[in-house]
Structures are given as C-alpha cells and as structure tokens.
C-alpha cells in the first residue's frame, strides 16, 4: 500500500505492507485526511535523526476495513478519529491535563494519517473514533480532529458549553483554518466571536460568515492561532486589563514572549491549548454531525501522489486548507 513517510527532510510516498490486525481495534481504509499545521512544522523542523519517529497526518476519516473489538462499530462503518488517547489514570489525567499524558503522546495510528490503510487499536475505538453523518462530505467529517482542539481551547479559556457565555467577548489573532474554527467554536458556546488577521482575504472570508473586528474594542479573552510571535504584541492591545491570552499555536522566535511586567500589572492570564481531550472530540462529533458548525467549502483537494503540491501550496499560502484524497 501507498503511505506518507519524511526522508531526509522530503515528504515521499513509499510502499508498506497493509498493517495486521494482530489484537482488538480495526483497520481502516482511509478515505481522505486533512493536512494539518503541525503536519508542516514537523516537515520544516524535523531533524534526520527524528524522522523514522515522525507520524504525517492524522485528521483521518475512513471506512471500517476489518475489526475485533467488543464495540458497537462494524465493518463497513464511515468514521473518522483523533490520533491520540490518555490513560486516565496518571496525575496530569486527574489534573485533566490530558495532553500532557505519557500514554496520550505516545499513542498513534499506524502507519500515518496519509496512507491507504491504517491500523487502530481499542481504546482509539473506545476514545476517539466517531461514526460520522452521511449528510457531510468526506473533507468535512476530516474536520473532528482539528475541531476538537479548539474545543479544547475554548474550554480552558474557561467557556462551559451548558453556560450563558453571550456577556462575553472573544477576539481569535489568525484566521487561517484554525483559526475559523475556533470562531466557530466560540460561537457554538454562544460567545461573541470576532476574528483579525492581516490578511485581507483571511478577514473576508471571516466577513463572509458573519464575523467582524472592531479595532475600538478590546476583549475579555484573546485566542492566539497565528504561528508568528508578532501576534503577541496585537494580543496584548487587544485584551482587556485582567482578561485572558490563549495560546494556541508555536512560532519560530520562540525567544520574543510576553512581557513579564505587562502581565504582572494588567493581571493577565496567559493559558495555553495544545490537544483534545476525549470529551472534546466527542462534543466535536456532535456539533459536525448536529450541523451545528458547518465546515464547508473549507478544503482544496489533493491525491495522494500530489501530497508535496498539497504541502507546497500550504506553505506559499496558496490554499487555505488541504485534503488528501485516498
């Protein structure tokens, strides 16, 4: 089988065999996987000793090929699933610090996300794995991942989904795809979402579902998802004295962070959003397949064999997300 592999810094398509079903959990045919930001730092960073270790892909959505589980999935199931599980059981899992769980970084498919067959075992079944709507479209159901961290996000900015959180305000610094999900995140938690960023057709794509800037204001909480270090500084305008800066993206100058004094005066907090949890990938199962957010027309699509086009034209800012047909 066809499947996405980093040599010496490139992205090139190599033949494996088709994964085993040795144990409980599922393999599954892969119908399509969004190419995701962390995808293109891991391509551009990667040292070669690193490589061998590096997963590509992992917004997945498939069919159900073959399976032993003690699940109600079945063979021939539509799905799609996040890549990463926790024990529950580990400090950072009683803290609800997920992410930070040894066994959540070490989970994986296998092989990747870009490939014509992965392998899942049962607590990505149990954890992670969604049967999705027939009424969306295959690119749209390859959104659960990604919609799932901003999710995430939203929640530790401390927005309960059962709250009314219309008093509040919510300004998103980078509006590529990230970023216009997690203005659409905050609007399904009924906050009052608003979206810069300083590309003009970044903004009029937001314009045209609906949200604004209002450079006059300032906001209670701040959602960093541009890549640049600069965003610091427009946050920082931006948030009201005592609000809340949310971190949800790395950048390259890792050195240029927040001023320690600006926080300590204008009590800030500085909270940042890396991964889901499994409750945000369920809740982000529920809003896709509710139609409650819409992620359509979001995507550009790509074979396979033209994953390097796809990568080159995210890094050029040609397109505003890709999708990898399988």
Not at 50 to 58: F, P, Q, S, T
Not at 79 to 90: E, T
């Amino acid at each position: 089988m066809k499947s996405a592999k980093l040599i010496d810094g490139k992205v090139q398509i190599i033949n494996l065999d088709k994964p085993k079903l040795e144990d409980k959990g599922a393999i599954i045919k892969v119908l399509g996987c969004g190419l995701c930001g962390s995808d293109l730092v891991k391509i551009k960073h990667a040292a070669k000793e690193n490589e061998k270790n590096i997963v590509l892909g992992h917004e997945v959505v498939g069919i159900i090929d073959e399976i032993n589980s003690v699940s109600d999935f079945k063979k021939g199931d539509i799905v799609a699933l996040g890549h990463h599980y926790p024990c529950f059981n580990c400090e950072y899992c009683k803290n609800q610090s997920y992410s930070m769980c040894r066994t959540f970084k070490h989970s994986n498919i296998i092989p990747s996300g870009f490939s014509e067959y992965i392998k899942v075992d049962e607590n990505h079944l149990k954890y992670t794995v969604y049967k999705m709507s027939d009424k969306l479209k295959n690119d749209e159901k390859a959104f659960l991942e990604p919609l799932s961290c901003c999710i995430r996000a939203v929640r530790r900015a401390g927005f309960n989904i059962e709250n009314d959180n219309s008093k509040f305000s919510a300004l998103t610094i980078g509006l590529g795809s990230i970023g216009l999900l997690m203005l659409k995140a905050l609007r399904a938690f009924k906050v009052n979402a608003f979206g810069f960023d300083i590309s003009l057709d970044r903004m009029k794509k937001a314009f045209n579902d609906s949200f604004s800037f209002d450079e006059n204001k300032k906001y209670d909480t701040v959602f960093l998802t541009a890549g640049n270090s600069k965003a610091i500084e427009t946050a920082l305008k931006y948030v009201i004295d005592g609000g809340k800066i949310i971190v949800f993206s790395s950048v390259e100058d890792d050195f240029k962070g927040f001023s320690n004094n600006e926080i300590y005066y204008r009590e800030l907090s500085i909270i940042s959003s890396y991964s889901p949890s499994p409750y945000d990938i369920e809740l982000s199962a529920k809003f896709l397949n509710d139609g409650k957010i819409n992620v359509q027309n979001l995507s550009s699509h790509y074979t396979l064999d033209n994953l390097v086009k796809a990568v080159d034209d995210s890094f050029n800012n040609k397109i505003f997300k890709a999708y990898i047909e399988i």
